[in-house]
Nanobody
Framework: QVQLVESGGGLVQAGGSLRLSCAGSGSIFKVNAWAWYRQAPGKQRELVAAITSGNNINYADPVKGRFTISRDNAKNTVYLQMNSLKPEDTAVYYC??????????????WGQGTQVTVSS
């Protein structure tokens, strides 16, 4: 069994900051890559940022220069530091892990989502 538990969402004013965390637990041998996605009401889920085991990082254009993704391999945890938040960043944020389980099965797993609301 694998669990991804997100935390750090909330309500913030435009220009403010939030830090999201996503901690993996259970039958995880290795997390190969982490990603953060978001889904705003009425819109499709979109990739926000991704980081591989080799620390290759990609950001969606709307968040470049404002968001920073990082990982702590020892804790099986990924972070998303979000600065200079805008109302259009309002969404449910989901973490996603491409991971290898004990027993070597490779799977993709999702967190439950955390709400981020940015007021103008």
């Amino acid at each position: 069994q694998v669990q991804l538990v997100e935390s750090g969402g909330g309500l913030v004013q435009a220009g403010g900051s939030l830090r999201l965390s996503c901690a993996g637990s259970g039958s995880i041998f290795k997390v190969n890559a982490w990603a953060w996605y978001r889904q705003a009401p009425g819109k499709q889920r979109e990739l926000v940022a991704a980081i591989t085991s080799g620390n290759n990082i990609n950001y969606a254009d709307p968040v470049k220069g404002r968001f920073t993704i990082s990982r702590d391999n020892a804790k099986n945890t990924v972070y998303l530091q979000m600065n200079s938040l805008k109302p259009e960043d309002t969404a449910v944020y989901y973490c996603n892990a491409d991971l290898t389980k004990f027993g070597m099965a490779r799977i993709t797993w999702w967190g439950q989502g955390t709400q981020v609301t940015v007021s103008s």
